[in-house]
């Protein structure tokens, strides 16, 4: 009875003890895993401290991008292959670079690009003052014609073009950030309005800025900010914009691809942009929004390639030439049919399609697909995308490689003059610089504004001389006295045993011949056509290169039937074949007269 009572009362006091027992393992337990979570998290810490710190960075300067940027200043070719290096290692992730060039216009004359600035989404703008490099770096050459690679500002084409023009670079997939705003539904600005709008940031664009001598031996501070503001906030309004038009997920950052961009993109790279232009990406594009602003107040901007011959008449009339027995030759233009009537070599057989048959026999007739290709009516259409309202010949082997082929290879022949619109063109004709560098580079040829390029030089000091002596001949009345003096001085400090102005001196001063010839001016394309003849297979090999540039490029979609890569080398064929070309020609084309002449046989 007792010990049972005894029980009775331990029994509480046992579960009290185990109760008190578990409540503290539990809570050594909890201790123990918010320890543990406590080091998991000091660790990822530690180990992401450089992307955590960068990411609160940003995050703290997320209203001003401009606070972002790491700036370099580079002025030797081993500053820019560091720069380059690490511009590439940020393009493996995000393939977009700010893009824009400095210069300075003296006199209404523009020099070579000073300043190109290339600026990378994580911040790295790179001010690259090619006026002390005096060329353009292989590392940074690539970079700029990696046509993966977007280069984004406002009129990048432009910038583009001085670049191929100043130091025969091609800059390949720029992107003018206004296609993508209206793309995005908002106003096509300049880039200091798109800032404003798309960042909250105030880009400085103060003229003396701008104009500033950005060839001086050391840049100020103001103007590398200035510089590098432009770039970056030029891939900062991309990326801004690009968020428009692809929003990201919750969760995780999306790396921007070339499979990502390209297909919305690439319709608009390396073209200029103009507002109605951008009605009809309003109106085409799929999954954008609308203009927020009416297209009938748009004033179409004037376009570089608006300053081409353009015409919007059919340059094919698809005339008929006939042989005396009624065979089919060609196809002529009106004109050419004209002339043959009023020469009396011909009589007119039909008038819709005008059609003139020959009454002599010709040199040579229409053979296999060589022959059908002139027989061919042609479309009054850009060869590349259709467009019919405006055309422009393009030579897809250039005119000035072309002058130099022997007659044979370029008399009645129009196989490489197509049709393009004046967008095509201008894309094609900077894709074409590509190729003049890389035949400048294989045959030692140097373009312009390289050393031998120009056939004739100029003494400055003679020009100088010469010029104050004309304004004081002819213009001397409408001069302030002051600009008269300094003139005077000019033609005296020549004329140094001469003391007095004379008209007899002005006279002789005047004429001074300030221009001489280059001793080491070498003609770029005549020594490429030169050199291909002789070691690089001929010039069909010549004319094959350009043609499948032509095709890699542009891409055409319109081609006429029977355009062919190799269609010189079979006309040539035929032609021997008929006994109407010289050996001598053949081996310059690259083809052998001994096959020829047995073939026939």
Request: with cysteine; hydrophobic share 40%; proline share 4%.
């Amino acid at each position: 009875m007792i010990s049972c009572l005894f029980r009775q009362l331990a029994l509480p006091l046992h579960r009290q003890k185990y109760s008190d027992d578990m409540e503290g393992k539990q809570q050594a337990t909890k201790k123990l895993a918010v320890l543990a979570a406590s080091l998991g998290i000091v660790f990822v810490l530690v180990r992401n401290r450089q992307s955590i710190w960068t990411s609160l960075r940003r995050t703290w300067h997320f209203n001003n991008p401009l606070m972002q940027k790491r700036t370099v200043v580079i002025s030797s070719f081993e500053e820019s292959q560091k720069a380059v290096k690490e511009l590439k290692k940020h393009c493996q992730s995000y393939k977009v670079l700010g893009f824009d060039c400095e210069w300075v216009s003296e006199g209404g004359s523009r020099h070579p690009v000073a300043l190109l600035q290339l600026c990378s989404h994580k911040g790295l703008c790179a001010l690259f003052r090619l006026c002390c490099m005096k060329q353009i770096p292989k590392d940074l050459r690539e970079l700029l014609e990696d046509d993966a690679v977007i280069k984004v500002g406002v009129v990048p084409q432009d910038d583009a073009m001085k670049l191929s023009h100043d130091y025969g670079v091609g800059v390949a997939s720029t992107l003018d950030l206004r296609f993508m705003a209206v793309m995005a539904g908002h106003k096509p600005e300049g880039l200091g309005k798109l800032a404003k709008t798309h960042l909250n940031i105030e880009l400085s664009k103060h003229w003396r800025l701008a104009c500033s001598n950005w060839e001086a031996k050391i840049l100020q501070a103001a103007q590398v900010n200035y510089a590098a503001n432009d770039a970056l906030a030029a891939v900062a309004i991309f990326q801004k914009l690009f968020k428009d038009l692809e929003p990201r997920p919750m969760w995780g950052l999306r790396a921007t691809k070339p499979d990502i961009l390209h297909p919305r993109l690439g319709p608009f790279l390396d073209r200029g942009f103009s507002q109605d232009f951008a009605v009809r990406i309003t109106a085409n594009a799929s999954g954008t929004q609308p203009l927020t602003m009416k297209p009938k107040k748009m004033v179409p901007k004037k376009q570089q390639c608006r300053n081409l011959g353009t015409r919007s008449k059919a340059f094919y009339d698809n005339c008929l030439l006939e042989a005396p027995d009624g065979e089919l030759l060609c196809t002529i233009d009106r004109r050419k049919a004209s002339w043959y009537l009023s020469q009396n070599l011909g009589s007119q057989i039909k008038d819709s399609p005008l059609t003139v048959r020959l009454n002599f026999e010709p040199a040579g007739r229409a053979v296999g697909d060589v022959g059908r290709y002139y027989q061919t009516p042609k479309e009054n259409q850009c060869v590349v995308c259709g467009r019919r309202d405006a055309f422009i010949r393009k030579n897809v082997v250039p005119h000035e490689y072309r002058k130099h082929f022997p007659l044979v290879m370029k008399s009645h022949t129009s196989h490489d003059v197509l049709l393009h619109c004046p967008t095509c063109h201008q894309v094609s004709n900077i894709s074409d610089l590509k190729v003049r560098t890389k035949l400048a580079a294989m045959c030692d040829a140097p373009i312009k504004h390289s050393e031998g390029a120009a056939k004739f030089l100029e003494d400055q000091e003679l020009k100088r001389v010469r010029s104050a002596a004309r304004a004081l001949l002819y213009q001397r009345a409408k001069l302030p006295e002051a600009k008269v003096a300094e003139m005077e001085r000019i033609v005296l400090d020549y004329y140094q045993a001469e003391h007095e102005v004379t008209e007899s001196l002005l006279t002789n001063a005047a004429n001074l011949e300030f221009k001489f010839e280059n001793p080491d001016y070498c003609e770029h394309a005549g020594k490429v056509v030169r050199v291909y003849g002789e070691k690089y297979g001929g010039l069909i090999e010549l004319e094959r290169v350009w043609r499948e540039h032509f095709l890699h490029t542009l891409q055409p979609k319109f081609l006429p039937e029977l355009w062919n890569v190799n269609h010189n080398a079979d006309r040539l064929e035929v032609r021997a074949s008929e006994g109407r070309v010289d050996n001598e020609d053949l081996l310059l084309a690259g083809l052998d007269p001994i096959f020829r002449d047995t073939k026939t046989a």
